[in-house]
């Protein structure tokens, strides 16, 4: 499965930003697609996670309320919708996927097999 992260950009704080996470070749029916980002001198970060079959979702704590991730079944994206940005979330924003996840394993980047380039998210002060 290919992987590509699509949305990112420049905004201020407080704007918001909508990303996209697609997949080439096949669908997303039978994986879980998560969001990971990383920041220079950061270790990399769980932001996200959707289960596609029951749409079970897992987010990290700074995130919850601000950000939403969900599903397109017409374009078979992951989108991750963030909302009351801070400078704080500035991060290269990867998407990954993997089958079979449990639900404790979703926040776990070694649970993911398939990794996208990722897109920048800058929010300036």
């Known amino acids: 499965v290919q992987l590509q992260a699509y949305g990112g950009g420049l905004v201020q704080s407080g704007d918001s930003l909508r990303l996209s996470c697609v997949a080439s070749g096949r669908t997303f029916r039978s994986y879980t697609v998560a969001w990971f980002r990383q920041s220079p001198g950061k270790e990399r970060e769980f932001v996200a996670a959707?289960?596609?079959?029951?749409?079970?979702?897992s987010y990290a704590g700074s995130v919850k309320g601000r950000f939403t991730i969900s599903r397109d079944n017409l374009k078979n994206t992951v989108d991750l919708q963030m909302n009351s940005l801070k400078p704080e979330d500035t991060a290269v924003y990867s998407c990954?996927?993997?089958?079979?996840?449990?639900?404790?394993?979703?926040?776990?980047?070694?649970?993911?097999?398939?990794w996208g380039l990722g897109t920048q998210v800058t929010v300036s002060s």
């Open positions: 990954a996927a993997s089958q079979g996840v449990i639900v404790s394993s979703m926040s776990t980047h070694t649970t993911y097999h398939y």
């Open positions: 959707i289960r596609w079959r029951d749409s079970i979702t």
